[in-house]
């Protein structure tokens, strides 16, 4: 049987044909390119140049002002800095505060996602409530707290009262030793329904027959807990343990308005250390140096979180 030569062509311009398929697939990413690249440019110019601009001038010695000279130091601001005893004691005490701050969050996210799991009288209003503190801005939250703090009106000092625990109002902001912990607080407060929720959603989406079949065995609910569901929670607690973390040793907001890194600089944070060297205090090469510091702590945290939870899947 002859097949007509027309059939060859037809066949060969079919949308269906391999070679068609590719040139379809090359025409679609060029044409996808050309949509991307405006947007990509802006985007570049607005994250990729900062970030260049800072890594050069964290090599010079820039003070702020009109006509200052810039001069080169090489790696002089960041031996500076690791030789600075401010520096570590700041590194110090930003540890302090993420270590606590994320501990409670996690502990006490994951208490709030188990009791909003077990669907308790009232849990779609607790659930819904929980992003109330979450959606508060920073700002607002630094400053709702302070007035809780506030040593002539504020709430704490009036509910201490009343409960007969003090005799006076205490200026809480003003003691070396509580001024950390009252900052801790309020940033848990503020970022814990964070955790809660990301956690409640992966524990809703865990399978329900591995729970029922141990709760069959004679596995109480922490047993359950801890070995099936723990477990699963892995990727979802490694997601919140690493955005928190990142997030609170870069913390400033609200260190600058409870606070202002006081008394005596108890409060002082690695960040809020870079913004008084590039601005106050004139020196935006070491604050740049300082900034590629913060940098690689926060890098190098995220790797030994992913080293020690991530568990990627066995392909069969």
């Known amino acids: ?53 800072t890594f050069i001038l964290s090599f010079f010695h820039a003070p702020t002002g009109i006509n200052q000279a810039r001069t080169f130091v090489g790696l002089g601001n960041y031996i ?12 110090g005490r930003t540890m302090y505060f993420t270590i606590v ?44 707290w302070r ?31 509580m001024a950390m912990p009252l900052v801790i607080l309020a940033d848990a407060w503020h970022m814990m329904p964070f955790v809660a929720l990301i956690l409640q959603a992966a524990l809703a989406g865990l399978p329900v027959e591995l729970d029922e079949a141990a709760a069959v065995d004679g596995a109480n609910a922490f047993q359950r807990f801890w070995q099936i569901r723990l477990p699963l929670l892995r990727p979802a607690i490694l997601v919140a343990l690493i955005a928190r973390t990142v997030d609170a040793f870069r913390v400033f907001d609200i260190v600058y308005i ?43 945290m995220a790797l030994i979180f992913i080293r020690l939870l991530y568990q990627p899947e066995e392909t069969q």
């Open 147 to 177: 007035w809780i703090y506030n040593a002539n009106f504020g709430a704490l000092n009036g509910l201490l009262m009343q409960l007969g625990l003090i005799k006076h109002y205490i200026p809480w902001l003003t003691l070396p030793n």
């Open 258 to 300: 409870i606070t202002s890194s006081g008394p005596a600089n108890k409060t002082l944070t690695i960040t809020y250390l870079t913004y008084l060297n590039s601005f106050p205090w004139g020196n935006q090469g070491i604050g740049a140096a300082l900034s590629f510091l913060i940098s690689i702590f926060t890098i190098t």
């Open 101 to 144: 701050s994320v501990g409670l969050e996690m502990v006490g996210g994951m208490a709030i996602a188990q009791l909003i799991h077990s669907h308790p009288w009232g849990w779609k209003l607790l659930r819904f409530s929980l992003i109330i503190p979450w959606a508060v801005p920073t700002i607002v939250n630094g400053a709702m």
């Open 1 to 53: 049987m002859r097949i007509h030569p027309i059939f060859f062509e037809m066949t060969a311009n079919s949308p269906l044909h391999p070679r068609r398929r590719h040139s379809l697939r090359a025409q679609d990413a060029r044409t996808a390119w050309l949509l991307i690249i405006p947007s990509l440019v802006v985007i570049l110019g607005v994250t990729l140049w900062p970030i260049i601009y």
């Open 80 to 91: 500076e800095m690791i030789k600075d005893r401010t520096f570590w004691e700041t590194i």
